[in-house]
């Protein structure tokens, strides 16, 4: 089959030609000089055996021949482009455009993304931050995750992704130069905060007591991710939320000294777009995998703190 087929790219300029009645219309439509065209041209009329055009004085002419092959493989190269199409939108839907805030997406999501692209590397994730309450007439995502339910579209139907505590952490080098034994022992250390998060110390004050004095040293930074750094460098203690934390834990970069202490946070919600793709399940299956991975390896790391706590 491949063999009987005539040159594809001669079969495209007499096709170009013959809509435009002109080889320079051709040339000029295809990027091509006028002798490429017209070579072309002759190279298909003998591979068919037949004239396709009467050259007239600046106009071309379909032969009776020439109009009959044109409209049949005028056909089969508009199937070819709809095939092409169609095959190109399919690979396009296997994308998932993930709608997170920053700080989300920089110390939750990013950091366990790789394990996703390793399990589904036909699936290409497309992560798209923004602080705009969600909306998907606006935006157009297919999965969006935001902490609370504040001003969320009443066409997305948000539900609850997990749940999320505010805990002390400082780096374990710190605390051995100066323990803290209790939560009036944080007078003596360095409070750091984030300007995104700049009401946690008052809430927690709040909650549990021990107002900051005005003599209470503090740092703050512009985004949480460098309270983290701050923190593990061993500048002083931060509230963080427990979904911010990742491996630090486990990994001792970090420690939680009054584990004990935590403070409940608006829960993380999700919501999916209209028409729910078969990649966007699979992300969603992952997603609620990791999160149960991620609540069993909270509580293996937590558990031993807190009973040296007691």
């Not at 297919?142 to 948000?158: E, F, N």
């Not at 080098?173 to 750091?192: M, P």
């Not at 923190?231 to 979904?243: I, K, N, R």
């Amino acid at each position: 089959m491949i063999n009987s087929l005539p040159p594809l790219n001669a079969v495209r300029a007499f096709t170009v030609a013959a809509h435009h009645q002109s080889i320079t219309r051709a040339a000029q439509a295809l990027h091509v000089s006028h002798s490429a065209v017209s070579r072309h041209i002759k190279l298909l009329e003998e591979h068919l055996g037949v004239l396709l055009f009467e050259r007239r004085i600046r106009q071309l002419v379909l032969t009776p021949a020439g109009q009959q092959y044109f409209e049949q493989v005028s056909a089969g190269l508009s199937q070819i482009a709809d095939a092409t199409a169609t095959l190109k939108q399919h690979a396009s839907l296997r994308t998932v455009t993930i709608n997170v805030r920053p700080t989300f997406a920089m110390l939750w999501l990013a950091p366990r993304l790789p394990e996703f692209v390793a399990l589904h590397p036909d699936i290409q994730p497309n992560v798209v931050t923004s602080t705009q309450a969600p909306d998907h007439a606006r935006d157009g995502f297919d999965v969006v995750i935001r902490r609370g339910r504040d001003g969320w579209a009443p066409a997305i139907d948000a539900q609850v992704l997990f749940e999320d505590d505010l805990v002390l952490v400082a780096a374990p080098s710190l605390l051995e130069r100066l323990a803290l034994e209790d939560l009036d022992a944080l007078s003596r250390h360095t409070l750091l905060t984030a300007k995104t998060r700049r009401e946690d110390w008052h809430h927690w004050a709040r909650q549990f007591g021990g107002a900051q004095s005005e003599t209470q040293a503090t740092l703050q930074f512009d985004h949480m991710h460098l309270v983290l750094q701050a923190a593990a460098q061993g500048l002083g203690v931060a509230l963080c939320p427990t979904s911010f934390l990742g491996d630090d834990l486990s990994n001792e970069r970090l420690t939680c000294p009054l584990p004990q202490w935590r403070m409940p946070l608006p829960r993380y919600y999700y919501g999916v777009a209209p028409q729910v793709t078969a990649q966007t399940q699979v992300f969603l299956d992952w997603l609620f995998s990791r999160i149960e991975q991620d609540a069993t390896q909270a509580d293996r790391v937590c558990a031993p703190i807190k009973e040296a706590s007691c």
